[in-house]
């Protein structure tokens, strides 16, 4: 029985793929392996996408989801001293879902400024407002 050429592994004799360790065993398994990398890599250039699988649009929004629920937190955890409403607000107002169903209603695009001025400016009166009580 033939062995893995990288691993030791025992393989039966039409095994092109080692079992446990996955190295191409014929060269024909290891042109087809990379031709299969190289067409996903262009893949993933032509659609805008990174390496890892995901795109800039996709990391603004899960930072936009993790701030969202930070403020809303925040906000319900300083809601008695009556700054939560604001922190709530800025939670709410940075969220995707809600700059959508505002960007629907305006009839065009917000844009990652003005959501940061709005956002940043909530959260600044939010914090004078639980200095000051």
């Known amino acids: 029985m033939p062995s893995c050429r990288n691993c030791g592994t025992e393989l039966t004799e039409s095994a092109r793929f080692c079992p446990?360790?996955?190295t191409?065993?014929?060269?024909?398994?290891?042109?087809?392996?990379?031709?299969f990398i190289d067409e996903r890599a262009q893949q993933l250039v032509d659609s805008g996408g990174s390496a890892t699988g995901g795109s800039a649009d996709d990391l603004r929004h899960r930072?936009?989801?993790?701030?969202?629920?930070?403020g809303v937190v925040v906000g319900l955890s300083t809601?008695?001293?009556?700054?939560?409403?604001?922190?709530?607000?800025?939670?709410?107002?940075?969220?995707?879902?809600v700059q959508t169903l505002i960007e629907s209603r305006l009839g065009r695009p917000i844009g990652p400024?003005?959501?940061?001025?709005?956002?940043?400016?909530?959260?600044?009166?939010?914090?004078v407002a639980f200095v000051a009580v």
Not at 113 to 127: E, H
């Open 63 to 70: 930072v936009q989801y993790a701030l969202g629920y930070l």
């Open 113 to 127: 400024r003005p959501t940061a001025a709005a956002t940043a400016a909530l959260c600044v009166v939010g914090a």
């Open 24 to 35: 191409p065993q014929t060269e024909e398994a290891s042109r087809r392996l990379s031709q």
């Open 79 to 97: 809601l008695l001293a009556g700054a939560g409403v604001f922190f709530v607000l800025a939670g709410l107002f940075v969220l995707p879902p």
């Open 20 to 22: 446990s360790c996955a």
